[in-house]
């Protein structure tokens, strides 16, 4: 049977992991449950994950309100019906435009469905993403994640989580992916929940870090220093430096928390 991410499932997966792992409990105990970060499945959605590849979320967000003043609505009609030139005008590059346009074809052609995910397996609906152009490991993990709520799913490209990673299990240097997939191994069947987690930990801990710049599908992305220190104190949903068990069960369900930072992963 295959677990869905809910507020109480979400909250039974914090309680295992935290009952497995010393370092995660420490994470919760310090700012409590993440919230649930979930989106809505289907086009729109994808289109803003493909956005925000490689940039910040602030300005992939601001790419889909160009996109979206200019077809009207963001759906595969009104987005297959502009040219790609169109939608460089609004400001997206040329990739992106080329990757967002064909992806709107293919859904209006019938030749991908994004509802028929939600039946799929992980592997299977995980292999159905990555057939399309523009939409790569991360991007598909991501939707999965996120939009699909699956509970075992791990970005394995994210680079904020391997530095979470780094810092609650106090390593000297990252850890390869090899050492990252034997420790998330040991999550399942909630890796998902551990990534919120390890989120949760990463955009609540002030400190001056690195930020990962952009990068191709292809390449390995690198940490550019960034003198921008993180907010003074956790950045949760009740933005409090002590969360009380009230305001970390209310973060666990909300899901217009602030959520993971764009520009730290791969297409």
């Not at 005008?89 to 040329?94: C, D, K, N």
């Not at 996120?146 to 240097?173: H, N, Q, T």
């Not at 003074?232 to 969360?243: E, I, N, Q």
Request: proline residues 7%.
């Amino acid at each position: 049977m295959r677990l869905q991410l809910t507020p109480e499932s979400l909250a039974e997966g914090v309680a295992e992991l935290a009952r497995r792992d010393p370092h995660l409990a420490a994470v919760v105990a310090r700012h409590g449950a993440p919230p649930l970060w979930d989106r809505p499945p289907g086009f729109e959605t994808l289109v803003q994950i493909i956005l925000e590849q490689q940039i910040s979320l602030s300005a992939g967000r601001a790419a889909y309100a160009r996109l979206e003043r200019l077809a009207g609505a963001v759906t595969p009609e009104r987005v297959a019906a502009l040219a790609e030139s169109d939608l460089r005008s609004a400001g997206l590059t040329r990739q992106k435009s080329s990757y967002i346009r064909g992806l709107a074809v293919a859904i209006v052609a019938g030749e991908f469905d994004p509802t028929a995910l939600t039946e799929m397996d992980d592997e299977s609906a995980r292999i159905e993403l990555i057939k399309l152009r523009g939409v790569g490991a991360w991007t598909a993990d991501i939707y999965l994640l996120m939009a699909l709520g699956r509970a075992d799913i791990w970005p394995s490209g994210d680079l904020a989580l391997v530095a979470a990673i780094r810092e609650v299990k106090r390593m000297r240097s990252l850890p390869s992916s090899d050492r990252v997939g034997r420790i998330t191994r040991a999550w399942s069947p909630w890796r998902a929940v551990a990534a919120r987690v390890l989120w949760h930990h990463y955009l609540s801990t002030p400190r001056t870090r690195a930020k990962v710049s952009a990068a191709k599908p292809s390449s390995r992305r690198t940490p550019v220093l960034s003198r921008r220190r993180a907010p003074k104190g956790p950045r949760s949903a009740g933005r409090s430096t002590k969360p009380s068990r009230a305001r970390a069960a209310a973060a666990s369900s909300r899901s217009t928390a602030r959520t993971p930072r764009g520009g730290r992963r791969r297409a």
